[in-house]
Structures are given as structure tokens and as C-alpha cells.
């Protein structure tokens, strides 16, 4: 009988590799195209009022503290855990039977199907997460069946 690997790791102890995707929970293209609209509409309209509403939700996104969600690296990828940002679960790409996204309107979600049968589910995965599996692991995917 195979021993189960614990999958369990602390951040400190991950592998030394540079990241092809990074999820985190703020997103810099929303960011930033909150900062030109704020500046469009500072500097074009004479209503200089109108700039608030977006300034102050930039400020508040931007002063957010980054906590990553998701990394993806060249032989494994990484499930960080939102309770303790010093825990996170590793994966290796040869421990992944399958992998299915599910895209639902407001909760997407990615199940990933391990050989040992053990099943591991990614909430709130956006499209980021699906390219990278599709360039790393594209033989691996399952259509989800309706």
C-alpha cells in the first residue's frame, strides 16, 4: 500500500521556483483602471466631485494587504490557505489525475482529482488559473458534463 503525502506545507518551506501565475486577492487591472478613470475624471470634467467615488475605492483597494490565493510554477502549483497565510497545500503536476473547471456565474470553481483519489477543490478560481492549467496540465482536463 502507498503512503499518502501530506500535502501540507508551511510558505517558508516551499521550493525555490519563479511563478508562472499568480492569484492574489487584489486585482491589479481593476487597480489601476480605477487610478485612470479617478485621473480622467479629475482632469476632463469640471465637476470635480465625480472623482471621489472611484478615487476612494482605489485608495481602499490599493492599501488592501496582498494575499495570495493561487501560484502556479513549471512542475507543481500551489493552494494558499486564507485562515493561516503561513500554510499553504503543494501539488505536483505527476500527482494530478484530472481536472475539471466549473464555471458558474459567481462562484467558479476548478475540482482537481488526484491519483491517490483524494479530491481538492480551488474556489473563486478566475481565468488566470485555467490558462495555466491548460498550458501545464492540458491532457488533464475533463469537460464538466451537464
Not at 39 to 46: A, R
Not at 58 to 76: M, V
Not at 86 to 105: A, P, R
Request: glycine share 2%; charged share 25%; hydrophobic share 40%.
Amino acid at each position: 500500500m502507498e503512503e499518502k503525502k501530506s500535502h501540507s506545507v508551511k510558505t517558508t518551506n516551499l521550493p525555490n521556483s519563479k511563478p508562472i501565475a499568480i492569484v492574489s486577492n487584489k486585482p491589479v487591472v481593476i487597480v489601476i483602471l480605477l487610478w485612470i478613470l479617478t485621473l480622467f475624471l479629475y482632469f476632463f470634467f469640471e465637476n470635480k466631485i465625480l472623482s471621489l467615488p472611484p478615487m476612494f475605492y482605489a485608495l481602499i483597494i490599493t492599501l488592501k494587504k496582498r494575499d495570495l490565493i493561487f501560484t502556479g510554477h513549471n512542475s507543481f502549483f500551489v493552494i494558499y490557505d486564507k485562515d493561516d497565510k503561513q500554510k499553504c497545500d503543494i501539488y505536483y503536476h505527476s500527482e494530478v489525475k484530472k481536472w475539471c473547471y466549473v464555471n458558474k456565474l459567481f462562484s467558479p470553481y476548478i475540482i482537481f482529482l488526484l491519483n491517490d483519489g483524494e479530491q481538492v477543490v480551488l474556489k473563486s478560481s478566475g481565468s488566470e488559473v485555467v490558462s495555466y492549467l491548460r498550458k501545464v496540465l492540458p491532457k488533464k482536463e475533463v469537460e464538466k458534463k451537464n
